[in-house]
C-alpha cells in the first residue's frame, strides 16, 4: 500500500507551537509531516494514511485577510497532492473554526478532495461551513483533543474508502443532504410507526428534522434619538482595571457594570480588558477601540443622542453557551429598561 493516503492537516499558530495570541498575526506557512496534534493524528491514521505535511496560519491574519489567506495556503498546499485534508479540531474556538471552516471548504472545491474538520456544536465554523466540510461534533475545550482525533481520524478512513457512514452513526453534523435508499416498507407504515412511538412517548427518530430557526422580533424604532437614554453594552470584556468583580475572561455566567459617570473617554489606567477570544493588546492600549465612550460623549454633546447612561453592560462573550448568552442579554435588558433606556450601541471583538 505505501504511504497509504496522503493527508494535509491544518492547525492555527497555537497548535502549531508558535505561541499563542501574541503570535495570532504570523502568516500562512506549511512544514513537512505532522506538527503538534498532529503526531498524534499520524498514529490514529496509520497504517492506511499518513501525514504529509502539516499548514498553519495565524488566526488573526486569517480572520482580518481570509481570502488571502486561504489563495496562499493553497498555493502551498497543492504540491504535496493531497488525497484528503484534515483542519483542527477547532472545539469552540470561533476564529480557528471559521478558518478550518472556510479554508476546508476551499480545498473541497479547489482541489477535489475531501474536508474533515472538528467543532463543538456552539462554533460559529459549523453553520458556515457543514454543508462542504464533514465536522465532527467535539466537546469545547481541548481536554477532549484524543476522542476529537480518534473520530476524525475514523471519519477520514471512511472517505477514503468511500463509504460514509449517516451523521449519527459516524458522529459529524448533518449536511442536509437527503440521499435515496430502498426499504421494505412504505412510507405510510413508516409514517405511522413514528407518530405511534411519539404517542407512546417512546424514543424515535425522524427521517427529515425541520429546520430549528429561532424567530427574535425587530425591536421598535426610537422615536428621538435626540431625546433618548442611550447605554453602551460590550461582550468584549471591558472592566475595571485590576478587575475587581473577577468577570471570567471566557465560558461567562453573568455580566459587570463599569462606572463612566462624568468620563468623556476610556481610560487604560482605569479600564482594561478580560478575554480569552481575541488579542486584546490594541484594546489595552486604548479601551475606547472596544467601546467608542469618547465617540459617543462626541454625540450627546451635539445632540445627536439625548443621554448616554453614566454605565456600561459587559460581559466576555468567549466560549459562551447560547443558554447563558439568552439570559445574560435578558438580564441586562431589563435593567435597561428600568433605567428608561430606549436603545443601546453593542460593541463586540
Known amino acids: 500500500?505505501?504511504?497509504?493516503?496522503?493527508?494535509?492537516?491544518?492547525?492555527?499558530?497555537?497548535?502549531?507551537?508558535?505561541?499563542?495570541?501574541?503570535?495570532?498575526?504570523?502568516?500562512?506557512?506549511?512544514?513537512?509531516?505532522?506538527?503538534?496534534?498532529?503526531?498524534?493524528?499520524?498514529?490514529?491514521?496509520?497504517?492506511?494514511?499518513?501525514?504529509?505535511?502539516t499548514a498553519y496560519c495565524g488566526d488573526n491574519y486569517f480572520a482580518d485577510q481570509p481570502e488571502q489567506a486561504i489563495a496562499a495556503l493553497l498555493a502551498k498546499i497543492r504540491p504535496y497532492r493531497p488525497d484528503l485534508a484534515i483542519l483542527g479540531p477547532a472545539f469552540n474556538s470561533g476564529r480557528y473554526g471559521v478558518a478550518c471552516g472556510q479554508l476546508g471548504a476551499a480545498l473541497t472545491r479547489e482541489l477535489g478532495i475531501p474536508a474533515i474538520s472538528g467543532m463543538h456544536a456552539e462554533n460559529p465554523g459549523v453553520a458556515l461551513a457543514r454543508a462542504d466540510v464533514l465536522i465532527v461534533e467535539t466537546a469545547a475545550d481541548a481536554r477532549t483533543m484524543d476522542a476529537a482525533l480518534t473520530r476524525m481520524a475514523a471519519l477520514a478512513r471512511a472517505a477514503h474508502r468511500g463509504g460514509l457512514p449517516g451523521p449519527a452513526e459516524g458522529g459529524y453534523f448533518p449536511r442536509g443532504l437527503r440521499l435515496n435508499v430502498r426499504v421494505d416498507r412504505t412510507a405510510a407504515e413508516r409514517a405511522l410507526d413514528l407518530l405511534l412511538h411519539k404517542l407512546r412517548g417512546e424514543p424515535f427518530q425522524t427521517e427529515l428534522t425541520p429546520p430549528g430557526r429561532e424567530r427574535v422580533a425587530p425591536a421598535p424604532p426610537v422615536r428621538s434619538l435626540a431625546e433618548a437614554t442611550v447605554a453602551l453594552v460590550t461582550d468584549g470584556g471591558l472592566?475595571?482595571?485590576?478587575?475587581?468583580?473577577?468577570?471570567?475572561?471566557?465560558?461567562?455566567?453573568?455580566?459587570?457594570?463599569?462606572?463612566?459617570?462624568?468620563?468623556?473617554?476610556?481610560?487604560?489606567?482605569?479600564?482594561?480588558?478580560?478575554?480569552?477570544?481575541?488579542?486584546?493588546?490594541?484594546?489595552?492600549?486604548?479601551?475606547?477601540?472596544?467601546?467608542?465612550?469618547?465617540a459617543a460623549r462626541e454625540l450627546e454633546r451635539e445632540g445627536r443622542v439625548g443621554r448616554l447612561l453614566p454605565r456600561i453592560y459587559t460581559t466576555a462573550g468567549c466560549s459562551a453557551p447560547v443558554a447563558n448568552a439568552r439570559r445574560i442579554g435578558q438580564e441586562i435588558a431589563d435593567q435597561l429598561r428600568e433605567q428608561g433606556v430606549e436603545a443601546a450601541i453593542v460593541t463586540s471583538t
Open 1 to 53: 500500500m505505501g504511504e497509504g493516503f496522503r493527508v494535509v492537516h491544518y492547525v492555527n499558530q497555537f497548535f502549531a507551537g508558535l505561541g499563542g495570541e501574541e503570535r495570532a498575526g504570523v502568516g500562512p506557512a506549511v512544514r513537512p509531516g505532522p506538527v503538534g496534534p498532529g503526531r498524534r493524528l499520524r498514529q490514529l491514521l496509520a497504517p492506511e494514511g499518513a501525514i504529509v505535511a
Open 239 to 294: 472592566v475595571a482595571r485590576g478587575n475587581p468583580e473577577r468577570l471570567a475572561p471566557a465560558l461567562a455566567e453573568r455580566f459587570t457594570v463599569v462606572d463612566v459617570d462624568g468620563l468623556e473617554r476610556l481610560d487604560p489606567a482605569t479600564q482594561e480588558v478580560t478575554h480569552r477570544g481575541y488579542d486584546t493588546a490594541l484594546v489595552n492600549a486604548d479601551p475606547n477601540r472596544l467601546v467608542p465612550l469618547d
